[in-house]
Each structure stands twice: as C-alpha cells, then as structure tokens.
C-alpha cells in the first residue's frame, strides 16, 4: 500500500528538536508529574504494577471519558486509543473501502487525508471561510456529497484556523450528511479551550451516529501521555477495537492513570481555566506584536486552541519562508503549504508567554531582513 508524506508531521519531526525556538505546536505548554499529581497521587501511581492493562482501555477511564458526552455515550461506545492519531486510523481502517468517497473540512489536520487516499477512497474538501470568519461554506459542502460519500470530516475546533462551529452549523453539516446516509466524524481534540470560557456540545450529543476523537494532547495540555479516545456506535467501537489488536494492542498502564486523574472534573476544569487563560493572553501578546507591524500580518483572532493562522504579506512562499526562518533566526514555523494553503504560517500560542515573545521577535525581524530585497 503506498502512502503519501504526511508534511506537518514530517516536518515537526525533523525540527522540532533541533531549533532554539518551536513555534510550531499546537497545544498548550504541557504539565509535569509533579504540576499534575498530589503527592499521594505520586504514592498511588508508583504502586502500579508495569503488565498489559485493557486493550480497550481501562473500564474506569472509559467511563470517565463517557460523562463528557452526556448524550448517546456510554463506557460500551469509547474505546482508548495511543493518541487520537491512532482513533483516526482506526477509525478510517474500519469504516474505509476502496470506491468511498469522503468530504473533508479544510484547512484541516491532514492525517485522515493522506490515510483515506492511501485506501483508495476519493476525498473532496469544502473549506472554511477566511471572510467570513473561518466559517464553512456549506453549499460547498452540499456540492461535494454524493452517493457513495462515507464520512462527512470535520475538525472542531478547527485546526489550523482555532474557529469553532456553532450549533446551528453542526446541525447543518449533520443534515447534509443524512441527506446521502454519510456519518458525521469529528476532530475534537481542542474541544474544552474555547477562549470564551464556553465549551459547546460535541457532535456526539446532537447526534447517536456520529464519530468523534478526541484525547488529552491539545486542550488538556498532556500530549506526552499518548492517551487518545474514539466514542462512536458499539459496533464501530468493537470493530476498532478488533483492528487494535494488529496495532499497539494496549495503551501504557501509567499513561492511563494519569489520565484518569487529568479527567476527574475538578482537575479538567483547573486544566483547561489554566490553559484559557494563558492562551488568552499570549492571544493578546499576538495581536499587540501585529499591529506594530500593519500590513504584513493578518488573521482572524482563533475562538479555541493552541493556535492561529496569519496570513503574510508578501509572494514569497510559505515553505522557503519557514526555511530561512529555520535557517536564520533558530526558530520554527508551521508553512501553508503543508495544508495546501500558500501564503500563510501557522503560530503555536500554547507556550509560555517570553517564549512566545523570543519568537514573534525573531519572525518580525527575520521576515524584514528577508522581504527587505
């Protein structure tokens, strides 16, 4: 089976480490052990034995993962994953045949693309809306299903653009969906850092069919855990579940008490006010350094996540500026190419405010000395 490069990961892989300054995560600046457990919580996980735990995730944890869909979930719909990259490949293993079809939300989180092609599906894209506030264009959408159309993908909140679906739309993209039997899957993997304190529904609570991922590596700010989630129908649930068996069988039994404790709801609520808060004010650090640079940077300000996406100025290409911002100035951006999106650069806002401040120092000033000529 040929693959294609996956560019971001790609990308983030063979630099991410080797740069002074990153500015390519999404997430948010991630906790420690010690930021995270009390010490008799720190007592508790050091008893743990090293064996196998549940291939499908620890009975607890899956029950945790349940109450933050309060409509059509239960323990039997979830199965805990290596990461919500690992969800998305199952899931697309085990709903894909060659001859589907599938429409995608763009920009988008390019894994399920490259994975849905390498199966011989067809994949068309309706995009989000930069006018209009990254808002999809849904006669796109409607133009898009057919027939054969599987999955309706969405990834909200979006990255890389942080705009978030209101309900309204979520109903709307669900309603296209049913009108040709399609199966709304959903990203929701930032879902919880809306910068305005108001966490919307997911698409599992409008509607028992859907699919969604989701895990603690982005808005729960825990990436290094590995602890992703599907919640679905049982039989998707138990069909992924049959393919995890050919994958990594079993998640890490310390990642998962971890993650039991991240999803106790006094800990998410601490976790995720931490992280609103930081991100709101590295936000306001953003669109400060912006306006002291008038038209050579533009976006629109990201409603959730570690994220935001600005358009530049100038003809040169988004790859070859990332290059010689990497080359020149030790730091590390995300290009538009790797969403097919030219012209543009995707900015971590997760991390802690000075270093975001080194970086948007070494961009302003890197992007003058080259756009100077």
Request: with cysteine; proline share 5%.
């Amino acid at each position: 089976m040929e693959i294609e490069i996956f560019e971001l990961e790609r990308l983030q892989s063979l630099w991410e480490n080797e740069v002074e300054i990153n500015l390519t995560e999404s997430g948010v600046h991630p906790y420690t052990t010690r930021e995270l457990l009390s010490p008799e919580e720190i007592e508790e996980m050091l008893d743990l034995r090293h064996g196998y735990g549940w291939t499908n995730g620890n009975p607890q944890l899956r029950s945790q993962i349940s109450d933050y869909y309060p409509l059509n979930t239960g323990p039997e719909n979830v199965l805990v994953t290596t990461g919500s990259a690992e969800a998305n490949f199952l899931a697309m293993w085990t709903l894909l045949e060659p001859g589907d079809h599938v429409a995608l939300m763009l920009p988008n989180y390019m894994q399920i693309w490259g994975i849905a092609r390498s199966l011989g599906v067809e994949v068309s894209g309706f995009n989000l809306v930069e006018g209009e506030g990254w808002v999809p264009d849904l006669d796109e959408l409607r133009s898009a299903v057919r027939p054969n159309t599987k999955l309706v993908i969405v990834c909200n909140p979006n990255n890389p653009t942080g705009a978030v679906l209101g309900e309204e739309a979520m109903g709307e993209i669900l309603s296209i969906a049913h009108s040709v039997g399609a199966t709304v899957y959903a990203d929701e993997v930032y879902k919880g850092v809306e910068l305005d304190g108001i966490e919307g529904p997911s698409f599992r609570d409008l509607d028992a069919g859907a699919i969604v991922a989701s895990g603690l590596s982005k808005a729960l700010a825990h990436p290094g855990l590995r602890i992703g989630w599907l919640a679905g129908p049982t039989k998707l649930i138990d069909d992924a579940w049959a393919r995890n068996d050919y994958t990594t069988i079993t998640t890490s039994t310390v990642s998962e008490y971890l993650a039991s404790v991240v999803l106790r709801p006094d800990r998410r609520s601490a976790i995720l006010q931490r992280n609103r808060e930081l991100l709101s004010e590295n936000l306001g650090i953003l669109t400060d350094w912006a306006a002291t640079r008038p038209g050579q940077f533009h976006f629109v300000p990201p409603a959730a996540g570690g994220m935001c996406f600005l358009r530049y100025n100038d003809e040169i290409n988004s790859t070859k500026l990332s290059t010689w911002l990497r080359e020149n100035k030790d730091l590390l951006v995300l290009p538009g190419d790797v969403y097919g999106m030219d012209g543009y650069i995707r900015l971590g806002i997760g991390e802690q405010t000075d270093y975001l401040r080194e970086g948007l120092n070494r961009l302003g000033t890197g992007f003058d000395e080259l756009t100077a000529g």
